[in-house]
Each structure stands twice: as C-alpha cells, then as structure tokens.
C-alpha cells in the first residue's frame, strides 16, 4: 500500500512538472514579467512597446467604438494597413484560436466579445539591431513565447502566437546600394559586385521602387507587401523571373542577425557559414531575427511577355486535355528561359448563363528582344491547341523595355495586396522530368480534375523554377529543399472558410486536405518524390520536414539545436517545431 502510495505521488509530481517546466511563460503566471519589468522593457527599445489587442476589437462588444471601427472596416483588405498593425495578421484565421474559442472575427455580431486569439500581449516596435537585442534576451531570460512578425503575409500561420511578444520588424524600412560589396571575412578582391542591403522591413513594393531608381533589377517576388527579408528569402523565395537568375534566396550575400543568445552576427559564405547555409531556405522565424539582408542587384534589361488564354465550355473534358498539351510544352518554354504564372479555372461563370473553363498564363523572358523568336518558340502549343475540338486559343507576345516597367506593369498591380479572409492552401511541386515524361502531363491533368473547384475557383502554377533554381544547384549549397531544382511549377489552390464556418468544419477542411486532396496530388510523381514550397503550403502537411526540406532536414534540425538550443524562435511548422505543441507553448514530451 505505503509503496504504490508513493509510486502514485511520484507519478502526479512527474505528470504536473512538465506543465510548468516545460512550457512557456504565460500571464495567469507568477513567472510573468511584473508592470515594471514591461516597462523596463520599454525603457530599453525607446518606448516602442505596445500593449496590443486584435484589430477588430474595437468592433466589438465594451471596445465597440464606432470611428475607429469603421476605420477598421476600411482598411480590412488592405495588406499595407495590416502588415504595419501590432494587432493583426494578413489571415484572419491565424489571428484567432478558435481551438480555444479565441476569435475577433470583424464579421461576428457585435455583442460578440473579443478574443485574443493568436494575437501577441505585447509588441516591439523595433527599429535598430539593439532594440531587437533587447526584446530577444527580455523574451529569453522570461521564458516568454516569441513571434516575429514582417508583413504577417504567413500562410501556415508563423508570424502570431498566442500569450507572445512579438518583435515587429515592419519599420524598418532601410535601403542601401553598394558598388563593389565585400562580404565580411572575404579575402581581398573576392568583392560580389553591385548589391543592396535590406532592413529587416523593407516590402517588395519599395524594393522594387528603389532598384528602379537606381537602374538595377533584382530578384524578388510578385507582391507589394510580401517582406523582401522575413520570410520570403528565407524560405527560399521564388521569383517570376526565377529561370533567369535563380531564387531570391540563390542572391542572397550576408545577413546580420540576431541570434537566440541575444548576440548580432554576420552570417555569409567566410563566417558562420554554417547559419548562412540554414538562412537561406530553412524558414523564417527559425535561427534568430534577421536584421539586415544583402543581395546582389543585376543590370536593368528588356523583356518579352507572352500570353496563351486556353478556353473550353465548362465542364468539357478537353479542358484537361488542353492543360495537358500546356504542361507537356512548359519545359521547352521554361528552357528558353520563360517563367512567370498560369491561373486555371475550371469553372469561370461569365455571366448568370454562361461559364467556360479556362487557363490564363503570363509567361516573362527577361534579357530578349525578339519577340517574332518568342512567336516560334510558342507555335507548335498554339497549333496544337487550335486543332482540338472545343478549345479556344489566344496567344499574344510584346515586349517591354526594362524588368522596371514590366513588374510594375505586369505584377504589380493597385498598391496593395488584397489579404484579409481565412484561407489555407493546398500545393505541390511538379519535376521536369514528370512533364517531359510520356504520360506525366495527362496523369497530371487526371488526377487535378478529381479535385474539387467550386465556381470561380482558381488554381495557380508558379513557373518559378528550372532555368537558373535548376543550374543553382550545382553552385549553391544551401537549405532550399533539393526538389526546387528538379522543379518546373509549384502548382497550388486554396480551401478558404469564414466567420460562420464551425471548428467542426474547418476540421473537415483540413481533413480532406490532408486526407484526400495532398495524397492525391502527391501520388502523380510518388509519395515521396518532390515536396511542397514550405512558404506557400497546407498550414498541417503531413511530414512536413521531408515536403519541405528533403535531405536537407537532419542537419537543419542539428543547426537549430545548434543556433537555438533552448527553442527561442519556433516557428509553425518550422525546423524542430515538431518538438513543441502547435501553438508553441509546450513541448509536446
Ligand atoms: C500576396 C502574396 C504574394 C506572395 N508572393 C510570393 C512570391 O512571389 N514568391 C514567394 O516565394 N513567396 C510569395 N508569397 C509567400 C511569402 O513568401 C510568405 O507569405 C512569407 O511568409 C512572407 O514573409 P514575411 O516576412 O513577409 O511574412 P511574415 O508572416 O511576417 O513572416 C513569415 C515568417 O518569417 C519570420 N520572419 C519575418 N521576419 C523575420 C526576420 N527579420 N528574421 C527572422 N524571421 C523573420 C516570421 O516569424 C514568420 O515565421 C506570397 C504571399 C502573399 C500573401
Ligand atoms: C511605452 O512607452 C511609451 C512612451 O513613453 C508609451 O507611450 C507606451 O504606452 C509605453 N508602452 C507600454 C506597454 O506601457
Ligand atoms: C485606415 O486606417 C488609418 C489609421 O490607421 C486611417 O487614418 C485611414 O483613414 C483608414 N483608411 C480608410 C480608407 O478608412
Ligand atoms: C545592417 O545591420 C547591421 C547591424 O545593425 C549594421 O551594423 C549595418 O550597418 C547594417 N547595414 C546597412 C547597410 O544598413
Ligand atoms: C540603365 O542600365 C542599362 C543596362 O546597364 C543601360 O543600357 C542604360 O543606359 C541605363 N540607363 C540609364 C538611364 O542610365
Ligand atoms: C451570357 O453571355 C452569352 C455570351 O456572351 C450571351 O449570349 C448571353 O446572352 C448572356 N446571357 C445573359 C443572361 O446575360
Ligand atoms: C487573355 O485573357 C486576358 C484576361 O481576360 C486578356 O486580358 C488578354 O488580352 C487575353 N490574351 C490574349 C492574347 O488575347
Ligand atoms: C518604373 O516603371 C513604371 C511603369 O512603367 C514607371 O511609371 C516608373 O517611372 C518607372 N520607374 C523608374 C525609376 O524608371
Ligand atoms: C474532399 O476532396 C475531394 C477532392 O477535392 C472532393 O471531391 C470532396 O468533395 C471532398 N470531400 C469533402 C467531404 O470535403
Ligand atoms: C461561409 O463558408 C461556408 C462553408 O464553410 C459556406 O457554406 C458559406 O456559404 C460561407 N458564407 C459566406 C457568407 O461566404
């Protein structure tokens, strides 16, 4: 009896200490900071803490203020607005929690209270390296649960974290060229040629506005308000013109950071090269806080823009025939130095009687002039296409006459992004070899027609890769997951739901998802073949650390034991996540 009483005491001591120990600090706490360490806090960053509540909140039951909600309301959609709120995501199912019934849905009632969701305590403002220091080491030595926030642009929910502080890094918006740049430790005469430093909030739009400026090109994303230093680069980062000079993350020369001991260093190809390697694709919000990144910047040229539309009535099964012929020519047109997007829409009703099925791609072959060359390159799909029954072509090529005027003409369309909504997506990415394959591009075509588009539902394929991501491989050795340089496309869709949609439903959603729809894309170049853009991927993919990184992933999980021992910087669905619970607040044993 006296015996098991003890083995039960001990039992019940080994069951709650984990609780405790091994989770993160958290408000109802005694080891939450006091009043005065906050302040402290804000002491030491200039007074740019913030007690922060979601957005919406003022919308909302005693917040209810009516000015200032439909201040609110106004900018919902407006990813320029959010990315600069403490307060917000881009996604509002990553801002609540609704596993905890934490929601602060601007669509619920009124009367509705609201929750805090994921939505961090408090927020730096940072603007210099030391602020970021001091919230890094005030985050550790607490034990607090720590988000960094850019754009908050995440799909897969990384830039929010329930009971956090949140760095946020979007004022920092330095921009500096150089002509000749020299790495820190490289040896004389080993200088990389014209670049340009990035703070740690700089967006694509202002890249964009700036390498302009200055008659250089650069390569980045198609977004205004994506961070051109967060994550984007860091998870590798594709590029429109990505077959022309590679991924972002390929350009990439020296980050300064800030590591989980609270330390800044500089990380390129002479020293700690090792956080160099994980920084460009291991993922953002992972090794520590990036505080400034260097590219390298390319001389301005022309461009040839080509269009092929691909239209059937709705329904018609050449459609999938039709995408078919486009996926078996993507390589010669990916090869010729074409990369760029297509949207297909399997069921695009055009007004209250009429719906087609319908492709429209927008492919970019930067350094060209010769757009009658373009016309012969797309003849043999063109010709193909018109001799199927049912199917419409338009093909159109032009030129334009700087990479400047074609991103702000062709990607860059109003001043924002339009975010906002509850979305989660679904991708893969599909090999060379499988579309160059003799039944890759029909097998591809059958298994994407099982799936479900509802009206108006789109899919995207990012023909972002081949080209020079292909060439890179054999020159760069970093994170990036080894598939993009077999890549052709990354081809994805989203499942989206709303304000009423239950936690039941959502469920389902993601169920099927993971379920159903990504073993069905998977299965048309084998389970275990490629993998999925870690930064443009279903929020609960199973066995992420293969989709994402392939054999990459050992020795990035040892980096991150190595960099971040005690798991300062966890990141949704990022190296050694799998360690802690989903929200990041306890290890999971
Ligand atoms: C409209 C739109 C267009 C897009 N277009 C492209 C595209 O063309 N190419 C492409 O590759 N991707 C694209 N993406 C995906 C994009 O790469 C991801 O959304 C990415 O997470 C954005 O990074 P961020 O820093 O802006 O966002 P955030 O959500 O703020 O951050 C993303 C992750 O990085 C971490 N992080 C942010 N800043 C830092 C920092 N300074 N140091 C360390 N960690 C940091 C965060 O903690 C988080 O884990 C697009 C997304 C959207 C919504
Ligand atoms: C931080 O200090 C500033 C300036 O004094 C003040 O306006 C702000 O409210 C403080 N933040 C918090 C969380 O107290
Ligand atoms: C967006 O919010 C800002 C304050 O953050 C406000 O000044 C502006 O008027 C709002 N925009 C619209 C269109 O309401
Ligand atoms: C990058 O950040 C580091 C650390 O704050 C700083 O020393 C350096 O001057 C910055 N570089 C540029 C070009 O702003
Ligand atoms: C911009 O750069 C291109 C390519 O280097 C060059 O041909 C062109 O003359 C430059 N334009 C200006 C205005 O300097
Ligand atoms: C729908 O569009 C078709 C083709 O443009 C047209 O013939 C038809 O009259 C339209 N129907 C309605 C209801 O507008
Ligand atoms: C393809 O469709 C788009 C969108 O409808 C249109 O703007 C474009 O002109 C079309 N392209 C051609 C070559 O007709
Ligand atoms: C970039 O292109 C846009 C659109 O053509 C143009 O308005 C802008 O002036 C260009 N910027 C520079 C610096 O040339
Ligand atoms: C699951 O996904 C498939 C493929 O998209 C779809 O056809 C089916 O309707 C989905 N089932 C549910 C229950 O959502
Ligand atoms: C909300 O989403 C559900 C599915 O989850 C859908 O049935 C409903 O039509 C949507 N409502 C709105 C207003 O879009």
């Excluded at 004389?188 to 202002?206: D, I, Y």
């Excluded at 069905?520 to 279903?538: C, F, K, T």
Aim: charged share 15%.
């Amino acid at each position: 009896m006296h015996k098991l009483f003890i083995l039960y005491l001990f039992a019940s001591i080994a069951s709650a200490a984990p609780s405790t120990s091994h989770c993160r600090c958290r408000p109802h706490e005694s080891c939450w900071p006091s009043k005065q360490k906050w302040s402290g806090l804000n002491d030491t960053i200039q007074g740019n803490l913030i007690a922060v509540r979601p957005v919406a909140s003022v919308c909302h039951a005693a917040e209810f203020d009516q000015a200032a909600c439909k201040d609110v309301t106004n900018n919902w959609s407006d990813s320029t607005w959010r990315a600069a709120q403490p307060g917000a995501g881009q996604w509002e199912n990553w801002e609540a929690w609704p596993e905890r019934h934490q929601t602060c849905y601007i669509g619920s009632a009124q009367n509705t209270a609201c929750g805090q969701g994921r939505i961090s305590l408090y927020s730096a403002k940072v603007q210099t390296a030391s602020h970021v220091q001091k919230a890094v080491r005030f985050a550790s030595t607490h034990n607090l649960r720590l988000a960094i926030k850019n754009s908050g642009h995440d799909f897969l929910g990384r830039s929010t974290a329930p009971g956090s502080l949140q760095i946020l890094t979007n004022g920092m918006k330095d921009i500096k060229f150089v002509s000749n740049f020299m790495p820190v430790g490289a040896p004389k005469g080993k200088g990389e040629g014209k670049a340009v430093t990035l703070s740690a909030g700089v967006n694509l739009a202002e890249l964009y506005k700036a390498v302009a400026e200055h008659n250089v090109t650069v390569i980045a994303g198609a977004s205004h308000t994506v961070g051109a230093a967060g994550g984007y680069i860091q998870g590798g980062g594709h590029s429109p013109f990505g077959a022309w000079k590679g991924l972002a993350s390929d350009n990439a020369l020296e980050f300064e950071v800030v590591t989980a001991d609270g330390n800044l260093v500089t990380a390129n190809a002479y020293q700690n090269s090792d956080l160099f390697w994980a920084l460009r694709g291991g993922g953002g919000g992972t090794f520590g806080v990036v505080v400034n990144v260097t590219v390298r910047t390319f001389p301005e040229v022309p461009v040839i823009v080509a269009n092929v539309n691909i239209t059937t009535s709705a329904g018609d099964p050449q459609f999938w025939n039709a995408l078919t012929e486009w996926h078996a020519a993507l390589p010669g047109l990916n090869n010729a130095g074409g990369s760029g997007y297509y949207f297909g829409i399997p069921d695009m009703p055009l007004n209250a009687t009429i719906s087609v099925s319908s492709v429209i791609s927008l492919l970019m072959f930067p350094e060209h002039t010769d757009t009658s060359a373009i016309d012969r390159l797309y003849a043999p799909l063109v010709k193909s296409l018109q001799s199927m029954p049912g199917v419409t072509v338009q093909y159109g090529a032009f030129g334009l006459p700087t990479m400047n005027s074609t991103i702000q003409t062709m990607l860059l369309e109003g001043n924002a992004d339009t975010t906002s909504g509850m979305t989660t997506l679904v991708s893969r990415l599909y090999s060379k070899d499988l579309l160059l394959s003799k039944d890759g591009p029909s097998r591809l075509s059958k298994t994407w027609s099982s799936l479900r588009f509802d009206p108006g539902q789109t899919f995207i394929g990012h023909v972002v890769a081949g080209g020079a991501v292909a060439a890179n491989g054999n020159k760069i050795d970093s994170a990036v997951n080894p598939a993009w340089r077999k890549a052709v496309v990354h081809l994805l869709y989203s499942r989206s739901w709303n304000a009423t949609t239950t936690l039941a439903q959502q469920h389902a959603i993601i169920k099927n998802a993971t379920e159903v729809e990504i073993p069905l894309i998977r299965s048309v170049e084998g389970e275990d073949q490629m993998g999925a853009y870690l930064n443009e991927a279903h929020p609960y993919e199973p066995g992420f650390q293969r989709s994402f990184w392939g054999d990459n992933y050992p020795r990035l999980y040892t980096l991150k034991q190595k960099w971040d021992p005690k798991g300062l910087f966890i990141a949704r669905k990022g190296v050694g996540s799998e360690d802690w619970d989903d929200a990041g607040l306890c290890l999971s044993n």
